[in-house]
């Protein structure tokens, strides 16, 4: 393995270009669902010529046969695309993107994308960048490309809407809790000024989602989404939640049912999520929502 990480070959990782982005565009449409993250990135690099810091690229040394045989995105979290098979061109191109990031990253707060490369590419930069603090390494990838039929708003709940700053304080608390059983830390504890940007970013872009209504007699959000990621005609929704007083009474299934067709008519027409594949009662609700499963995701936290 180590070997076969440090060798010299004829794959490089190196900062995007201009004249990579055609060709990385192609592997990102080759799954936009699976790719939508780099898709987001060289999306935006096409549309402003500006190549963001984070995009890299695994290029031929040799334009034979094409120049770009990989993509990476490097920010906060790292995600790939690579060749999955076990032909010794594929085993080398994934060889040279890990010693590339060694070499050249910081390591990342995670690195999620489909099961098959996120799990290799961890198995070679893990002597560097490990040990992890979690390892997923079955997620379900899901999407939904119609509008699924409506379900009732429960009593005393509000319908489902866009957040405004005036929800604010409301939304973070929601937004915190659910970031803490997810992830397994306090954000505000840790990267709070981050954590609140990037929440108020999302807001004033329309991709915020809530519901209000009583809990204990106090108006509160019982159900939120965030739309954190488009990437041409996709949307992954995260950060999808309950309130624990409110759970068992049908919110998540008309959140859900409520919150794609609102997605697919103001952001991108194909609504996509990830989610743990032990969480039995999450993939139940989006199964009876009209989500499909599409893949499979992994995701190594550090």
């Known amino acids: 393995m180590t070997d076969s990480l440090l060798r010299r070959g004829q794959f490089s990782l190196a900062p995007a270009q201009r004249r990579d982005l055609d060709e990385a565009m192609a592997m990102c449409l080759a799954d936009p669902v699976a790719h939508v993250v780099p898709l987001m990135h060289v999306d935006a690099a096409m549309r402003t010529g500006a190549i963001p810091a984070g995009l890299w690229v695994v290029r031929r040394r040799s334009l034979r046969g094409g120049g770009v045989v990989g993509v990476v995105w490097a920010g906060a979290n790292l995600t790939a695309i690579l060749p999955t098979g076990e032909d010794d061109e594929s085993e080398e191109i994934r060889a040279q993107a890990a010693s590339g990031l060694v070499g050249r990253a910081t390591r990342p707060a995670a690195i999620v994308g489909s099961a098959d490369v996120t799990l290799d590419l961890w198995g070679r930069v893990e002597p560097w960048w490990g040990p992890a603090r979690e390892v997923r390494s079955r997620q379900v990838s899901m999407a939904i490309a119609r509008d699924p039929v409506p379900r009732p708003v429960p009593s005393g709940i509000e319908e489902l809407r866009p957040a405004t700053m005036d929800d604010y304080d409301l939304l973070l608390p929601a937004a915190v809790h659910m970031f803490i059983g997810e992830v397994g830390y ?117």
């Open 186 to 302: 306090d954000p505000m504890r840790h990267g709070r000024a981050a954590y609140e940007e990037r929440l108020q970013h999302l807001v004033r872009a329309g991709r915020s989602f809530i519901q209000l209504g009583d809990v204990d007699g106090k108006r509160d959000v019982v159900f939120k989404a965030e739309v954190g990621i488009v990437g041409g005609e996709v949307a992954q929704v995260q950060g999808v939640w309950v309130h624990p007083a409110m759970r068992g009474r049908g919110l998540a299934k008309a959140g859900m049912a409520a919150l794609v067709p609102m997605v697919r008519e103001r952001i991108a027409p194909t609504v996509s999520l990830y989610v743990n594949g032990f969480n039995a009662s999450a993939i139940a609700v989006y199964r009876a929502v009209g989500f499909r499963e599409v893949g499979t995701f992994a995701t190594v936290m550090f």
